[in-house]
């Protein structure tokens, strides 16, 4: 009996180790292996970002597309794969849905929201899979008129305010932006969120310019660009205020 045991013991160690040896084989695949197998966007950064324009002059105008998209044909050729053509990083405001400013459809843009559009390592990591797995050319940072999350920043450098919960931790980054927009002089206060909202896109954008290594490589080949951008509530009217 003590011999089978032994025995016993063995085989499930034997078998607990080359488990153990399959998830790290699994967890050292090249980034591209998950993926899923299907052809990636052919349009360069350039026509997305076109695309993305035309797009929003579309809404601007309240132009309905000709052919109203099926939906339930549309869902079926994505199930199996997606074919993004842009990265977009975007607030989490209620009033800023990508899809509709840009007149996108399903499967053609790949979301990272949060208040305020910041990039920690979680959106670090879901960009680097848009672009490096989806194969998407086009990165936006987007931020937008009036941002919550900025006036939350603003009321902190301005007025020391705290906020409860893990908001205050939310708004830390954002804080760079408004000392910055700050520091150029004589800023009115009723100027410095706006001015706020586009420094915070600007850093933003630098920072997965030049301090992503992932993000360098497609960028030097011409195989990615990364802009920023922001949306009007008023007018609709997205401009892109870095390119």
């Not at 993004?84 to 399903?106: N, T």
């Not at 490096?132 to 939350?152: K, Q, S, T, Y």
């Not at 920043?153 to 919960?165: C, D, E, I, L, R």
Request: glycine share 8%.
């Amino acid at each position: 009996m003590a011999t089978s045991s032994l025995l016993s013991r063995r085989r499930f160690f034997r078998h607990a180790c080359s488990g153990a040896c399959c998830g790290l084989a699994a967890w050292s695949t090249p980034m591209a292996v998950l993926a899923a197998e299907g052809a990636r966007t052919t349009l360069t950064a350039t026509q997305a970002l076109d695309r993305l324009k035309q797009g929003n002059a579309d809404f601007m105008a309240n132009r309905q597309p000709p052919d109203p998209p099926d939906h339930s044909k549309r869902r079926l050729e994505l199930a199996r794969s997606q074919t993004p053509f842009a990265v977009l990083v975007g607030c989490s405001d209620s009033r800023v849905p990508p899809e509709l400013l840009f007149g996108a459809g399903l499967g053609e843009l790949f979301i990272v929201r949060n208040a305020g559009n910041t990039v920690d390592t979680v959106a670090i990591g879901s960009i680097e899979y848009g672009v490096n797995v989806l194969g998407a050319p086009l990165i936006v940072v987007l931020g937008h008129e009036r941002c919550g999350a900025v006036d939350a920043a603003v009321s902190v450098v301005q007025k020391n305010a705290t906020f409860p919960g893990s908001i205050g931790q939310m708004v830390e980054p954002i804080i760079p932006a408004v000392l910055k927009a700050r520091s150029g002089g004589n800023v009115k206060d009723d100027e410095l969120l706006d001015l706020a909202v586009r420094e915070n896109v600007r850093r933003t954008v630098t920072r997965l310019r030049e301090s992503e290594p992932s993000l360098i490589e497609p960028q030097r080949t011409g195989k990615l660009r990364v802009v920023g951008a922001r949306y009007d509530f008023d007018d609709g009217k997205v401009d892109f205020i870095v390119e």
